[in-house]
């Protein structure tokens, strides 16, 4: 069964820094593409960055360029996103997904950005 856990959310204030992880089990991070997204209180999901089964091909939305970082450990098939110089545009339910059809999703970590 393809299980996906995020954590690492939390609080903190503008230009902070949270570590967000995402355990996979069920499949291993080196056969699949993975995305993070992020869902803000009364919007849609928004995808915010991706990376390909092999470490190459990451991308980043515009909005996060430059202060977000993804990377993956295949060993312990852990999917992680560094989340600097936050902002409190930045705070929503953040999760990390398969890139698959369909995808499948974790339950979500909550980052709040808030002085």
């Known amino acids: 069964e393809i299980q996906l856990v995020e954590s690492g959310g939390g609080m903190v204030q503008p230009g902070g820094s949270l570590r967000l992880s995402c355990a996979a089990s069920?499949?291993?991070?080196?056969?699949?593409?993975m995305s993070w997204a992020r869902q803000a209180p009364g919007k849609g999901p928004e995808w915010v960055s991706s990376?390909?089964?092999?470490?190459?091909?990451?991308e980043y939305e515009d909005s996060v360029k430059g202060r977000f970082t993804i990377w993956k450990d295949d060993l312990s098939n852990i999917l992680y996103l560094q989340m600097d110089n936050l902002k409190p545009e930045d705070t929503a339910v953040y999760y990390c997904?398969?890139?698959?059809?369909?995808?499948?999703w974790g339950q979500g970590t909550q980052v709040t950005v808030s002085s």
């Open positions: 997904n398969t890139d698959t059809r369909p995808p499948y």
């Open positions: 069920g499949f291993s991070l080196s056969h699949y593409d």
């Open positions: 990376i390909k089964f092999n470490g190459g091909g990451i």
